[in-house]
């Protein structure tokens, strides 16, 4: 059940914070003064934004559980001071906490655009998406720790060591969105094919996608492996102890 808490924030996010709140693809921040964000964002669009943030903030929060359990998974087998299932599970939590606290200053500016001055709107709004995107190292910290664990341990046999490189490589990636406060046009702005399109669809592809795969079909294993039914004939103990009789 657990398992699937990922698939689940995953469909609930793009539906309230990317079509709810006209993100795909978000308005170019850096691009735009605060009279025109309001004028072509916030001003047309302040209704369902407001909705699509507040569902998303505890939508994101879905988040939370997946990583845990895939923390967990990773813990069953790590030997030492489990470190990779801690920066698995340490990357994971922040990442969701920004995941939920960021739509919260968009929903601001939702509820209070016709309140607030434009370049206050404006603030606002480039704030949230620095913290969102410029703290991309805690994802990337849960990215490598997932990725060395699955390519580092070669006996377990729960995800493919290919996997684990293609998660390095994406948390790896995101070093990009550090030039973000000084680009306003091309593939490196907040809205651009890079940083917005190739990094957010490697993040759930390349990662997230494979991870889940892997992750429910384990679970659906230990699963079966747990209510299989003991065999006939196998011996079973009664109220004594000591007797044993067969089943």
């Known amino acids: 059940m657990i398992a699937w808490c990922g698939p689940a924030f995953v469909l609930g996010y793009i539906i309230f914070w990317a079509v709810f709140g006209h993100n795909v693809p978000p308005p170019n921040m ?16 302040h209704q369902s934004i407001a909705i699509g943030m507040a569902v998303s903030m505890s939508v994101a929060f879905l988040y939370l559980p997946w990583c845990c359990l895939l923390s967990g998974v990773i813990n069953d087998s790590e030997r030492g001071p489990n470190v990779l299932s801690r920066m ?3 990357g994971g939590a922040l990442t969701a906490w920004s995941l939920g606290f960021c739509p919260g200053l ?11 001055d434009p370049s206050v709107i ?11 995107d410029m703290t991309y190292g805690i994802t990337t910290v849960q990215c490598v720790g997932v990725g060395l664990w699955t390519v580092l341990n070669k006996k377990q046999k729960i995800f493919p060591a290919w996997a684990g490189w293609a998660t390095i490589a994406v948390g790896s990636i995101f ?10 046009e091309g593939p490196f702005t907040v809205a651009g094919t890079w940083n917005f399109f190739v990094i957010f669809s490697s993040w759930l592809f390349a990662f997230f996608a494979l991870y889940s795969f892997f992750l429910i079909r384990e679970m659906s294993r230990r699963k079966s492996e747990f ?18 009789v067969r089943a």
């Open 30 to 45: 850096m691009g735009l003064s605060g009279e025109e964000l309001v004028a072509r964002y916030y001003g047309p669009h």
């Open 88 to 90: 698995e599970l340490a």
């Open 106 to 116: 968009w929903l601001l500016n939702a509820i209070l655009v016709h309140d607030l």
């Open 122 to 132: 404006k603030a606002f709004h480039v704030f949230g998406w620095f913290t969102y």
């Open 175 to 184: 070093v990009t969105l550090v030039v973000l406060p000084w680009i306003k």
């Open 227 to 244: 209510e299989e039914p003991a065999p006939t004939g196998e011996l079973t103990p009664t109220t004594d102890p000591g007797i044993p």
